[in-house]
């Protein structure tokens, strides 16, 4: 167990996929830290967080065992280690899906056909549960790394890997038969007790984690009006409060200021065109506190 009892212990990922997302998320939500690289700990300078730098394997065990109360990490590692721990939020970046893989030209077109067959893979846990689930007997094999290249080498059929852009299976003569499992990375937390202000602090994260995400999905609208086109502007846009409403020095226009959620931006966008909007500015926003 984390020992220090007011210092909040973080696991990342040292160095790898995961790793400049996340700092840069906590950043983002006003952490500072000195020189990180080649350091095991690090303490943010302005707020009571230490940052544990590991292998991304090993951050779910740490996280379940309390010797840090937070990790960030993606779903596949925390699934495939059946980790005890509470996951608090998913991030967004990361992406990636397990998914098997089989020699082109193989003549294998579904899930079915692989029964009997030696499957490769650093997920030996989620690859047999998805065979289970379909009742089909498989030989796994557990490798760590590379796996791509073990149906050229003749240690296995078919391979159970990450995938995102699907380019490495494709370098390496494979194509993608199913996918077993999304993921992503997630922020996760430990089920071992916490103290109160640890707690407190976990809240005050999550809080600004909170608020960075939203900032993230949304934008900041501006655009000049017609009077006369106000109610039908404010009618069309999609704010969480009523849009501000600004005088100009033309009696006969107004300004308009407000926050969409950046999925709608381009519908938006040619409706308030048609409603007689011009000028409309689109600025991306740094923080948002609802
Ligand atoms: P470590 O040295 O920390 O063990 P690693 O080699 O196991 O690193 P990375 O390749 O850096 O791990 O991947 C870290 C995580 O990034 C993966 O567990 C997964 O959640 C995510 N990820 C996203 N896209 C991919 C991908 N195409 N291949 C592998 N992992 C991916
Ligand atoms: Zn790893």
């Not at 391979?159 to 996760?188: R, W």
């Not at 937390?189 to 809240?203: A, F, G, H, M, Y």
Request: charged share 25%.
């Amino acid at each position: 167990m984390n020992s220090k009892n007011k210092t909040l212990r973080i696991a990342i990922q040292k160095s790898g996929r995961l790793s400049e997302q996340t700092l840069e998320l906590l950043q983002s939500i006003g952490l500072k830290f000195n020189g990180y690289k080649n350091r095991l700990m690090v303490q943010a300078r302005n707020f009571d967080v230490e940052l544990l730098l590991i292998r991304d394997d090993d951050i779910p065990e740490y996280v379940q065992d309390g010797v840090c109360e937070l990790g960030f990490v993606g779903a596949n590692v925390t699934l495939e280690r059946k980790a005890d721990v509470k996951v608090l939020r998913n991030l967004d970046y990361g992406i990636c899906r397990l998914s098997l893989a089989v020699p082109k030209d193989s003549g294998i077109t579904k899930a079915e056909d692989l029964s009997g067959k030696r499957i490769a893979t650093s997920y030996p846990n989620l690859t047999k549960q998805y065979f289970e689930e379909k009742g089909l007997s498989v030989d796994t094999v557990y490798i760590n790394g590379a796996v791509e290249v073990t149906p050229t080498l003749g240690v296995a059929d078919v391979i159970s890997d990450l995938v995102s852009t699907g380019g490495t299976l494709k370098a390496n003569g494979l194509e993608e038969l199913v996918s077993i499992l999304h993921s992503e990375c997630q922020l996760i937390q430990t089920n071992r007790s916490v103290s109160p202000e640890k707690q407190e602090l976990i809240d005050k994260f999550l809080t600004r984690m909170e608020g960075s995400q939203q900032a993230d999905r949304s934008r900041y609208i501006m655009m000049n009006a017609p009077t006369q086109a106000v109610d039908k502007i404010c009618e069309i846009i999609p704010s969480l409060n009523s849009p501000t409403v600004l005088p100009l020095a033309d009696d006969n226009m107004v300004a308009i200021h407000s926050v969409i959620p950046i999925e709608e931006f381009w519908e938006v966008m040619e409706q308030l065109k048609e409603a007689g909007a011009t000028g409309i500015v689109i600025l991306p926003i740094e923080n948002m506190i609802v």
